[in-house]
């Protein structure tokens, strides 16, 4: 199997490594740089689970070739606190009860920060449309959409 050179940033670290180039953005993240926050689940696309953000839009790491990443800015959910303090949008998740069991939550405010930086004050519908593609076994969406809504109040 041939191996790329690439270079990038995740959550504003700049890496350098060689990858083969049938890995995925996903397994580069999880396995070789140990940033579980973003979960593996299908690995097919169909789940969203595995959501980052590559330039400031919202990807599935698992249909990402590591190779498309060179050049490229990735945010996970790792890199969006400021040390211990949450945004606004991980305080919300919190206050409405949107986490659950957490396995979906990073793929959610991932996908939710990006909305919110492209869109501030989003509509309900703007919302569903946005996180639409990730699913949550657990909480029945309507705390994930009104925490995203909330966050976009700007309520500190």
Same mark, same amino acid.
């Given at each position: 199997?041939?191996?790329?050179?690439?270079?990038?940033?995740?959550? !504003?670290?700049?890496? @350098?490594?060689?990858?083969?180039?049938?890995?995925?953005?996903?397994?580069?993240?999880? @396995?070789? =740089?140990?940033?579980? !926050?973003? *979960?593996?689940?299908?690995?097919? &696309?169909?789940?969203? $689970?595995?959501?980052?953000?590559?330039? !400031?839009?919202?990807?599935?790491?698992? $249909?990402?070739?590591?190779?498309?990443?060179?050049?490229?800015?990735?945010?996970?959910?790792? !890199?969006?606190? /400021?040390?211990?303090? $949450?945004?606004?949008?991980?305080?919300?998740?919190?206050?409405? &009860?949107?986490?659950?069991? &957490?396995?979906?939550?990073?793929?959610?405010?991932?996908? &939710?920060?990006? $909305? =919110? *930086?492209?869109?501030?004050?989003?509509?309900?519908?703007?919302? *569903?449309?946005?996180?639409?593609? %990730?699913?949550?076994?657990?909480?029945?969406?309507?705390? %994930?959409?009104?925490?995203?809504?909330?966050?976009? /109040?700007?309520?500190?």
């Amino acid at each position: 199997m041939s191996r790329h050179k690439i270079s990038f940033s995740v959550n !504003g670290e700049r890496h @350098e490594l060689e990858v083969e180039a049938n890995r995925t953005l996903l397994q580069l993240l999880r @396995e070789d =740089l140990e940033m579980t !926050g973003t *979960k593996r689940a299908c690995e097919r &696309g169909d789940c969203g $689970l595995c959501t980052v953000l590559m330039d !400031g839009e919202p990807v599935k790491s698992c $249909l990402v070739l590591a190779v498309e990443v060179d050049g490229r800015e990735v945010t996970t959910i790792e !890199g969006l606190a /400021k040390g211990e303090k $949450l945004t606004r949008l991980q305080r919300a998740f919190i206050e409405h &009860g949107a986490v659950q069991c &957490g396995f979906c939550t990073p793929a959610f405010i991932v996908a &939710g920060e990006a $909305l =919110l *930086k492209r869109n501030p004050h989003p509509s309900e519908d703007e919302v *569903k449309e946005a996180v639409g593609g %990730i699913l949550c076994r657990c909480t029945g969406y309507r705390q %994930i959409i009104d925490a995203i809504l909330d966050a976009a /109040k700007g309520r500190e």
